[in-house]
């Protein structure tokens, strides 16, 4: 009995770590997809597993490199989009970056609910949840600066349209970011 515990418990440890802390802060049960696929940029610089189902859309040009995915089968106010880009550019995560982003964000007409600075994938980052209207829809952003190095930086989005069970949707939004390999 002791050994089936300790084996749970190992088990649960694992895949609770794989989580990233804007998950965990969300409380985020994981999304169980069955049909993923890997997507790789155009530049062949990050992968990210995606539905195979979903629509994707591939650009890149001599400054950045994107991968934009969503569900076209759903209603807006049913799903979620995620886009992934890496920008060839340095990032330095300080308060003048901070300002800038958030002038940003007011001059969109949206209001940040929650933002902080962590660690993800083992890398600096800075996350951001925002909240406004998007024509006659509610809408909420929530942006994920990961620094890569001293020259790149990948910017991961993830939208949300309408009220309905927004927080499932932004967690599942996560758990496709969380995939990003780079």
Known sequence: MK?????FMMICAV?????????????CTPEK???????????KTFKVQLPDNWKTNLYYDRNQSSIFSADTTKQLTNTYTVDITKVYNELKLD??????????????????????ELEFQGK????????????QFDYQICNLFIKINSGNYIHAKAEVYGDSLVN????????????IEY
């Open 124 to 135: 600096q980052a800075y996350y951001s949840r925002a909240l406004g209207k998007r024509g």
């Open 33 to 43: 997809y069955k049909n993923l696929e890997v997507v790789e940029d155009v530049n």
């Open 95 to 116: 308060d003048d970056f901070i300002q800038k982003f958030k002038t940003n964000l007011a001059n969109g007409k949206l209001v940040e609910a929650t933002s902080y």
């Open 3 to 7: 050994k089936t515990l300790l084996l």
């Open 168 to 179: 499932e949707r932004i967690c599942n939004a996560l758990s496709l970011i969380e995939k």
């Open 15 to 27: 895949a609770c770590s794989r989580k990233s802390q804007i998950s965990k802060d969300l409380d």
